[in-house]
């Protein structure tokens, strides 16, 4: 009878207790939904206000809140890749890399987002592989390839790069002659500077068969010709890039000059530079001509030279070269020792070449630009030259 009456007494405790706890439970599902759209909401408005650092925290809140929201760990993870913060954007989207309860397109995703962190931290190593994974992912295929080419660009690993180009030229019908030529030159530098001129000749034939028409891989094959003593030839690909590409006069015309003196054609290595002159008032051409006809003619036909490209094209490089050739006249003279000092102090100054692409200034003249990785995107003229002339 005592038993009944405790199994009567219990009954109701449980249902009243059974009751209070799920409406504990349905409040506390309430207060979540509702804290999510607001921590969310909060979390965008920041954004969009330009405070990243204060959204990054509200979208923390979410996702602690809710962990299976995947497309805001993507939004935190590019958050904290803006913001330098590479070790947790790495660590975020390496967990939704490993997590087996998304779908793949997400994990695609954060495989893609996980090489860009890489590479951002300048993990280059980790960057290939990851990308080497994305590799078997037909979508993501060509973007992995050209992730890939940047990432063989920066490393210098030339052949690997021109690998990858070939595959980007065959599946993706994308031209890359030209940068292929580029890899090939500078496989062909490092052999000169291993003093191995016979595979630097064969690198720099294959660049020009790959693209007859690069300006750097003909001047280059006429360099290595003639350290193999083709004289003929090396001059042959020098004037051919004087004719055809007039702009990239400066890079040439000093070789042409010396080639020719070395066979004995000192009127015609004259007559050249002079002409250079008289073609292009440009500092660079001036510099290549001015030093060989002081050389060949005399510091007085040089100078009475730079006084007529100063007639016409006035500038404080022109000025310093012809106080530096006076000076050679009269090096006792110290006002003109001081006057040549401080010109060419400030001259150097100017002696700056622009990326067309970036705006990347660099004190000497480049294939390729460091600042945004283009190609023959430096003029081969200083920005003194490019600045117009009143």
């Keep these: 009878m005592d038993f009944e009456l405790w199994y009567l007494v219990l009954i109701p405790i449980l249902f009243g207790a059974g009751w209070w706890a799920r409406g504990h439970s349905v ?34 809140e979410v996702v602690r809140l809710d962990p299976e929201l995947i497309e805001l760990h993507h939004v935190l993870g590019t958050l904290f890749r803006r913001r330098g913060e590479f070790e947790r954007a790495i660590k975020l989207h390496n967990h939704l890399v490993n997590r087996e309860d998304i779908p793949e397109k997400d994990r695609v995703k954060a495989l893609k987002e996980l090489g860009e962190d890489f590479l951002r931290a300048g993990l280059f190593d980790r960057a290939e592989e990851t990308y080497r994974r994305l590799l078997e992912n037909p979508s993501e295929h060509l ?47 490092v052999a000169v500077r291993r003093k191995d001129l016979h595979l630097a000749n064969e690198h720099v034939n294959n660049a020009v068969l790959k693209c007859p028409d690069a300006v750097r891989a003909n001047i280059l094959a006429g360099a290595v010709s003639a350290s193999l003593g083709e004289r003929e030839r090396a001059l042959a690909l020098w004037t051919n890039v004087m004719k055809v590409h007039p702009d990239y006069l ?21 007559s050249l530079l002079h002409h250079a002159l008289a073609e292009s008032a440009g500092i660079d051409v001036m510099e290549e001509c001015v ?20 007639s016409e094209h006035p500038s404080l490089s022109a000025f310093s070269t012809l106080i530096a050739l006076r000076l050679k006249e009269n090096p006792g003279d110290e006002q003109t020792k001081l006057l040549s000092s401080l010109l060419q102090r400030h001259s150097r100054r100017l002696a700056r070449y622009q990326c067309s692409k970036c705006g990347f200034l660099a004190s000497n003249f480049s294939w390729h630009c460091l600042g945004c990785g283009a190609w023959d995107s430096f003029p081969p003229r200083r920005l003194e030259d490019a600045k117009p002339r009143h």
């Design 27 to 60: 409040r506390e599902e309430l207060i979540h939904s509702r804290s999510i759209p607001e921590a969310y909401s909060r979390g965008v408005a920041l954004l969009m206000s330009e405070h990243p650092d204060k959204a990054i925290d509200s979208f923390i």
């Design 143 to 189: 973007d992995a390839l050209r992730a890939l080419l940047m990432i063989y660009c920066t490393e210098h690993e030339w052949t690997a790069a021109i690998d990858v180009a070939r595959q980007l030229e065959a599946r993706g019908g994308e031209d890359h002659a030209q940068e292929i030529a580029h890899y090939y030159c500078e496989l062909a530098e």
């Design 250 to 270: 400066p890079l040439v015309v000093g070789k042409i000059a010396d080639a020719m003196l070395e066979a004995g054609q000192k009127d015609e290595a004259i």
């Design 291 to 310: 030093n060989r006809i002081a050389a060949l003619e005399g510091n007085a036909v040089a100078a009475q030279s730079v006084v007529g490209i100063l």
